[in-house]
């Protein structure tokens, strides 16, 4: 051990011995002291000015908007840059934003160092619905108002059921809507890939679906889809009636084992000859 160091042991185990020496009244004499000269230290500190320039929201992130603005995310959880950061009620903020029916999932947490993080899910469309004007219904059949005047996601449009009655958010799954539903994830499964072209799905019927393409084509169907065989020849079929030229005015599914094309009218007004390849019929 060097001379300094052990010199400095030696000073502090006598400073310990003098603190121990002290009687009681006078140690606690001290802490009182020292208690009411920090009490007097923080009765002067400006407490208010300080939590208006510190204590205060930074941003309000917000992640996982894809067709919501983020500025109505934060109206509609009540977060704003420069709020009160030890005043905010993030339980509250997280539930008013539940309350919007495009919203399916949110989180709100604080972020380092003064920030206030919002990740949200969004419902995705996947049909539009007839209500005095286009809305929108997500895959659970939540009906979501249009985010503004005009403004509609780019899917088929639903018609036969009415959904005039019922107000945004509401879960509409009645067998109409179950059906369009089901007709929209059976086009767009990843070995087909149709649904890009449907732009109407007519369920009215209860027998029947029809399906209108956006080349005109109009595709009757049963009123469920079909297994995977079947839709692969309409794909086929319609491949096939797209490189020849041929345009078809209906195709039909509801035979077994056949797609059945119905040749649209030529210019003359007689019906053009249209055939498909594969022994699956011709109209």
């Keep these: 051990m060097g001379l300094y160091q052990g010199r400095a042991l030696e000073r502090a185990a006598a400073r310990r011995r003098r603190r121990a020496a002290r009687p009681w009244p006078v140690r606690l004499a001290i802490g009182l002291a020292a208690l009411a000269a920090l009490a ?48 905010l009620d993030l339980a509250r903020a997280r539930q008013a934003l539940l309350l919007d029916p495009r919203v399916a999932a949110a989180r709100v947490s604080y972020a380092w ?42 899917v088929p449009l639903l018609t036969g059921p009415d959904f005039s009655r019922w107000p945004g958010g509401t879960r509409v799954l009645t067998p109409g809507v179950r059906r369009g539903l089901a007709w929209v994830r059976a ?31 109009r595709v009757l169907a049963p009123a469920w889809p079909p297994g995977p065989r079947v839709l692969s020849a309409l794909r086929v079929v319609l491949a096939d009636l797209e490189k020849r030229g041929l345009p078809a005015r209906e195709v039909d599914l509801r035979f077994e084992n056949q797609v059945v094309v119905r040749p649209a009218d030529g210019p003359d007004g007689t019906a053009q000859n249209a055939s498909t390849d594969g022994g699956r019929g011709s109209g």
Excluded: F, K, N
Excluded at 132 to 151: H, I, K, T, Y
Excluded at 190 to 201: D, I, K, N, P, T
């Design 40 to 87: 007097l230290v923080c009765a002067h500190v400006p407490w208010r000015w300080v939590r208006e320039r510190v204590a205060v929201v930074g941003r309000v992130r917000v992640e996982g908007a894809r067709y919501l603005d983020p500025a109505r995310v934060c109206a509609a959880a009540g977060l704003h840059a420069g709020d009160d950061l030890l005043a």
């Design 113 to 154: 160092p003064r920030d206030v993080r919002v990740r949200i899910v969004e419902r995705e469309p996947l049909l539009l619905v007839r209500h005095g004007v286009p809305w929108e219904v997500d895959s659970a059949g939540v009906l979501l108002p249009p985010l503004a005047r005009g403004v509609v996601a780019d």
């Design 187 to 217: 086009l767009g499964a990843r070995e087909l890939q149709l649904a890009g072209q449907v732009s109407e799905l007519d369920v009215a019927d209860p027998r029947t679906t029809g399906i209108l393409l956006m080349s005109g084509t």
